[in-house]
């Protein structure tokens, strides 16, 4: 394979150059490393990956949507990674995602990637960081990480985002709401999405209670109606104001460090699984206890 043509084209913003990059990044192949070597650097430092967090439900996907046609309007090429949490066999959220997404899906500014949780190759945090990488590199200014639910989700260990809007709506995240405190350590903007619904104030309200100083809470906290548009311009704005604070400030910076950092350990990680896979199969282990094994196993990879 010519990986050279390959690069110029994903510069180029070839969508077919682009997907094909991304899928042979995912599953490792050996031309991922030069892929990504190649990639334009200042692209990579210019892209703002925006973290769309928050329950099911609460709108992530539709604001995402409105999102990016407020981009397309200001002619701002746009990726989206959509990280999904069902398995790869029922993927009912993705099918609703895909379908809300074609309104896009011609637009080449516009590039589009799923990434299932479950039944994948490798490490998340590996594959959506080179992904957002890629992205980046093939023009895109904004990547969208749309992941679902915070707490549990695979996305806490690996915080790639520079930036994350945590989602919530009326009904959606009242158990969210218990954990306020937390919610500053996840969240540097929160929505408030479904405000034409019952319940949207006092959830304003209520999240007005996270912030003590008085300009954060109105900088900090946005209000849409995701479904009919309003309030996304505003949030856009916000996002792009605290955007150009964090490159001031050297909080992008410090996170894209961390982020780095996490990446890195997931792809090692990787690395050692599929070594370790390989010895399993061709080690004889003494031990009865498979603790005791695993170090035996560990020690077979000292000194190659
Ligand atoms: N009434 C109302 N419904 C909304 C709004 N935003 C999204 N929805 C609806 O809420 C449902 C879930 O939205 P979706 O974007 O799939 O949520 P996600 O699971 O967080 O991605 C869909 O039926 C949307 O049409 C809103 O602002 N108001
Ligand atoms: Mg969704």
């Given at each position: 394979m010519d990986i050279s043509l390959l690069l110029q084209q994903l510069h180029d913003g070839e969508p077919r150059a682009i997907a094909r990059a991304i899928t042979l990044v995912e599953n490792q192949e050996g031309e991922a490393a030069q892929i990504l070597a190649g990639l334009d650097r200042q692209r990579i430092e210019d892209v703002l990956i925006l973290g769309l967090t928050g329950p099911?439900?609460?709108?992530k996907s539709t604001l995402t949507d409105r999102l990016v046609g407020e981009l397309r309007q200001r002619k701002i090429r746009v990726g989206i990674i959509a990280i999904d949490p069902s398995s790869p066999i029922s993927g009912g959220a993705l099918l609703g995602d895909r379908i809300r997404m074609m309104e896009h899906a011609l637009d080449r500014d516009v590039v589009i990637r799923s990434m299932a949780t479950r039944g994948r190759l490798g490490g998340l945090c590996a594959s959506a960081g080179a992904t957002a990488r890629i992205m980046a590199a093939s023009g895109c200014r904004v990547v969208i990480l749309e992941t679902v639910g915070i707490g549990q989700s695979e996305m806490d260990i690996c915080r790639l985002a520079d930036l994350t809007a945590l989602v919530l709506a009326p009904g959606f995240g009242d158990d969210i709401q218990a954990m306020k405190a937390g919610i500053l350590e996840v969240a540097d903007l929160l929505v408030v999405n479904k405000?034409?619904?019952?319940g949207a104030k006092k959830l304003q309200l209520d999240m007005g209670t996270v912030f003590s100083d008085p300009q954060d809470k109105e900088q900090r906290i946005c209000t849409t109606v995701a479904s009919e548009g309003t309030g996304v311009a505003t949030l856009l704005e916000r996002i792009f104001l605290f955007e150009e604070l964090y490159r001031q400030d050297g909080r992008l910076q410090e996170r894209r460090n961390r982020s780095f950092a996490s990446e890195t350990l997931d792809w090692a990680m990787e690395l050692v699984r599929v070594r370790l896979q390989a010895k399993l199969a061709t080690t004889p282990l003494q031990s009865i206890e498979p603790q005791q094994a695993a170090r035996q196993l560990l020690q077979t990879l000292d000194g190659e």
């Open positions: 099911p439900g609460a709108g405000a034409d619904q019952l």
